[in-house]
């Protein structure tokens, strides 16, 4: 399997630096260059599968140019028993055909678990292959930090700094990333905003000489197509659970990057019969605006209950945009360039193609709140604020009750007990039993100024083989 630039000039990548590589040199993100495709046939005859045998099944046609099939299988056996349930991804009904996948019985307890667990072995499997280390820097204002923490805490080959914002991060989530343990795992609290972290590790990755030539920076942000391969597993497990691929399914997915619901989108292409997909934004809902009125603009960052879905603009969604113009790579960088100086459209034909497939709605904090507390009311079931804008897009987008609707449920509530307090619940959500502990643990992280030097002197005294 080969990997092409979504802007067309990149040379095109094996598995192995796609893995290790971020943006393309072309400032493009890389795509395979064609896609798997299973028979219904075949769909069908993984019914039943454990969720790792499935994922082998999915995954194995994108790496196996670079990975024997056994030790895909052990990485997989290993990535997904580390998960709080037998099944990994629980679906747990809302009303007549509704539900909500349970994507947070992870580690971490949000989705991203299910990519960044597997990410880190994968990584260190190539590095291993190639003698090779890097350092993995990136910047956090929640979930992501945790996410990569946990999956690189077993990494030989892979340091890992992760950057949050000094008293800026709620605890829980601070708690996460800090109680991690391992001579290879760094948190740095910076005396700054969150974009001043994003700042450093963005001048970090442009020049890499602190370093002194001795390893390199790698990243694991959500442009990273490995992350976008892992999830597209879960599209499949939950269509079988519900008697697919004999019927279609419905999806909404509380999207930020559009990393998430990209999986899903390949998971179609790749055989799975989905009829809609619902683009649940909260207000920062650029992508909203350009599924219902074909205008593409980037608008004023808004802080809300989701943070997670706090973005001006969905980097993946660069690689929906590379299809929906007939995979013309010219095409995306002329239009990605002109919409950096202001709103953009797409062609008519092209924007109705999309709206085949994906609907959208921007739900707000109060909404948000609102469906908590009603979907509580009705069955005793907590939602966190990312899931229930899920949930209440896709109760307003449905096209067809006979369909079934699943609503990706992206954290556990208990992560953002915040948004329970605002919906007016009296319930504390409660952390699962392995995490119970976790105001207990003991934290480690160095605070540093707000100065780029600082830091850098850090990193590069820090790693393994400084
Ligand atoms: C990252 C995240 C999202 C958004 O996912 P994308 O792939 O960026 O669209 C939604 N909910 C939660 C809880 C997240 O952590």
């Excluded at 795992?185 to 020049?207: L, T």
């Excluded at 799975?272 to 599924?291: C, E, G, K």
């Excluded at 929906?320 to 360039?337: P, S, T």
Aim: charged share 25%; glycine share 6%; hydrophobic share 40%.
């Amino acid at each position: 399997m080969r990997y092409i630039s979504t802007r067309g000039e990149a040379p095109a990548l094996g598995f192995e630096d796609v893995l290790l590589t971020g943006l393309a040199t072309d400032g493009g993100l890389y795509v395979p260059e064609s896609l798997p495709h299973f028979s219904l046939e075949e769909i069908r005859s993984w019914r039943g599968l454990p969720y790792a045998e499935l994922a082998f099944k999915v995954m194995y046609p994108f790496v196996e140019d670079a990975i024997p099939a056994d030790d895909f299988r052990t990485m997989l056996d290993e990535t997904y028993s580390g998960f709080a349930h037998q099944s990994v991804a629980p679906l747990v009904q809302l009303d007549s055909n509704e539900w909500v996948m349970e994507l947070f019985r992870g580690p971490t307890l949000a989705f991203k678990d299910f990519a960044l667990q597997l990410l880190g072995r994968l990584l260190d499997y190539v590095l291993e292959k190639r003698k090779q280390h890097v350092v993995i820097m990136g910047a956090t204002s929640g979930d992501t930090g945790s996410a990569a923490i946990e999956g690189c805490r077993r990494c030989e080959h892979v340091d890992i700094f992760i950057l949050h914002p000094y008293q800026r991060v709620s605890e829980v989530q601070r708690r996460q990333m800090t109680t991690v343990q391992g001579d290879n795992i760094h948190n740095i609290a910076v005396k700054g905003n969150f974009d001043d972290c994003q700042r450093m590790v963005k001048e970090s990755f442009g020049d890499q000489s602190f370093l002194g030539g001795k390893t390199q920076l790698a990243a694991v942000n959500s442009i990273n197509w490995a992350r976008i391969m892992a999830q597209i597993v879960y599209y499949f497990q939950a269509s079988l659970a519900l008697g697919g691929p004999d019927r279609s399914m419905a999806f909404s997915v509380p999207t930020g990057n559009f990393g998430d619901i990209f999986a899903g989108y390949l998971a179609k292409k790749m055989g799975l019969p989905i009829s809609q997909l619902v683009i649940a934004t909260n207000r920062n809902d650029i992508l909203h605006r350009f599924m219902s009125g074909n205008r593409y603009e980037k608008q004023q960052l808004e802080h809300t209950l989701s943070p997670s879905m706090d973005i001006m603009v969905s980097s993946n969604f660069e690689r929906l945009l590379f299809d929906l113009h007939g995979r013309d790579g010219a095409a995306v960088k002329e239009l990605l360039e002109n919409a950096s100086k202001g709103p953009v459209s797409i062609e008519d034909y092209r924007w109705k193609s999309a709206r085949k497939l994906f609907d959208s709605d921007a739900v707000d904090d109060k909404t948000t709140c609102d469906t908590i507390r009603e979907i509580y009311e009705q069955n005793e079931y907590l939602l966190d604020p990312h899931t229930a804008i899920g949930v209440r897009a896709a109760r307003n987008c449905r096209r067809d009750a006979t369909v079934p609707m699943i609503t990706l449920g992206t954290a556990h509530p208990a992560k953002f007990p915040d948004a329970i307090v605002e919906s007016g619940l009296s319930v504390k959500p409660q952390l699962p039993p392995h995490m119970a502990d976790l105001f207990e643990r003991e934290e480690r992280y160095t605070v540093l100024e707000n100065d780029l030097a600082e830091v850098q002197g850090f990193l590069a005294k820090h790693w393994k083989n400084a």
